[in-house]
Structures are given as structure tokens and as C-alpha cells.
């Protein structure tokens, strides 16, 4: 059964880290890109990150991009999310996405709050 499972959210004050992980079973994940998506209260869900396959391309929102990094680590079939500076804003449940079949996780909360 091919299934995603995010982990690593949290309450983390303005400035402060977090790195969110995406663990994948049931299909191998450099055979896969990957994307993160959030969706904060009352908005839209958003694409955040995203990693290809084989040169492992990355693609960065602007309101992430210098904070954020995405990575995968095909040993332990898991794609990161490194966030670095978070800010209020960010305040969202956080998501993994494998396009092919449209597969998603159940989600993360990441709570940015002083």
C-alpha cells in the first residue's frame, strides 16, 4: 500500500527551526519528485517546495526561498523539508505530495508563535 507520512511539525518561536520530514512506503521515492504544500486557516492550500527525480531539481516559492530547503535521502525512502527563520506567516499544516496518483500525507501542523 503506498502510503506518505509527515512528522517533525511543531510550536517553534519567530526565528526558530524545524525540519519536517516525509517518509514513503509502498513506492521508492527517487523513482518519485516530491512536493510540500501548506495550508494556513481560511486559505488556499499553496505548493511550498519540490524535489525531481534523477538531477533533483528544486523548486522554491518566494516566500520560502533562502529559508527553506528540500532534500531526500533514498537510503531511508524520506524527503526534508529544512526550515530555517520561520516566521508567523508560515503557521500552516504542512503536506508531501507524490503527483503520480496524487498521493498525500496526512499532514503536519507548524506553528510559528512567540
Known amino acids: 500500500q503506498l502510503q506518505l507520512v509527515e512528522s517533525g511539525g511543531g510550536l517553534v518561536q519567530p526565528g526558530g527551526s524545524l525540519r519536517l520530514s516525509c517518509a514513503a512506503s509502498g513506492f521508492t521515492l527517487d523513482d518519485s519528485p516530491i512536493g510540500w504544500f501548506r495550508q494556513a486557516p481560511g486559505k488556499e492550500r499553496e505548493g511550498v517546495s519540490c524535489i525531481s527525480t534523477g538531477d533533483d531539481n528544486t523548486y522554491y516559492a518566494d516566500s520560502v526561498k533562502g529559508r527553506f530547503t528540500i532534500s531526500r535521502d533514498n537510503a531511508k525512502n524520506t524527503v526534508y523539508l529544512q526550515m530555517n527563520n520561520l516566521k508567523p506567516d508560515d503557521t500552516a499544516v504542512y503536506y508531501c505530495?507524490?503527483?503520480?496518483?496524487?498521493?498525500w500525507g496526512q499532514g503536519t501542523q507548524v506553528t510559528v508563535s512567540s
Open positions: 505530495r507524490r503527483p503520480q496518483g496524487n498521493y
